[in-house]
């Protein structure tokens, strides 16, 4: 049976109305058409399904659409301005980081939830590897993901320092 259902995502608030079972994965790729969170295992295995739930990351497939009532929802779609990239996201792009795609989004997501913890502290590549280590990629190896994360980490550091 459907139930109402209010969720804040991405700054914005949506009305739905979806049955108890419905993972918020599935309410916002089918009910808001917020495709960039991906679909995959469903068991909180891969972690191509993570959004930020009050800042921090977690999988979409494991949890009820309902649980996330009045919580603040961000998924890769509101990490930039439509139109625009994130610094998170050039950096991924100037990094090489990319090949088919299918990780980026979660990992994009899990990576913005480590630099908002970091919170001026020097990035650590073992500490950026443990960050991601939730999310797997198939084709990358890692390597030039953790160069973009701590090559975003530095600059935003160096952006503190300066606006000090
Ligand atoms: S689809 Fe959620 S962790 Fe794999
Ligand atoms: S870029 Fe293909 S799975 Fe990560």
């Known amino acids: 049976m459907k139930a109402p259902l209010t969720l804040d995502v991405n ?8 049955s108890g079972e419905t993972t918020l994965l599935d309410a916002l790729r089918e009910e808001l058409g917020l495709t960039g969170t991906k679909k995959n295992c469903l068991e909180a295995e891969c972690g191509v399904c993570t959004v930020l739930l009050d800042g921090k990351a977690v999988n979409s497939c494991i949890l009820l659409a309902h649980q996330c009532e009045g919580r603040n929802i961000t998924t890769v779609e509101g990490l930039a301005r439509p139109g625009s990239l994130s610094p998170l996201q050039q950096a991924f792009i100037q990094h090489g980081a990319v090949q088919c795609g299918f990780c980026i989004p979660g990992m994009l997501v899990t990576a913005q939830s480590y630099l908002d913890e970091l919170d001026g502290r020097a990035p650590d590549r073992d ?7 939730g999310t797997l990629c198939r084709c990358t190896g890692y390597s030039k993901i953790v160069d973009a994360i701590e090559a975003e980490a530095l600059r935003l550091n160096a952006a503190r320092w300066e606006a000090c």
């Open 127 to 133: 500490e950026v590897r443990e960050a991601i280590a």
């Open 11 to 18: 700054g914005m608030r949506h009305e739905l109305e979806v």
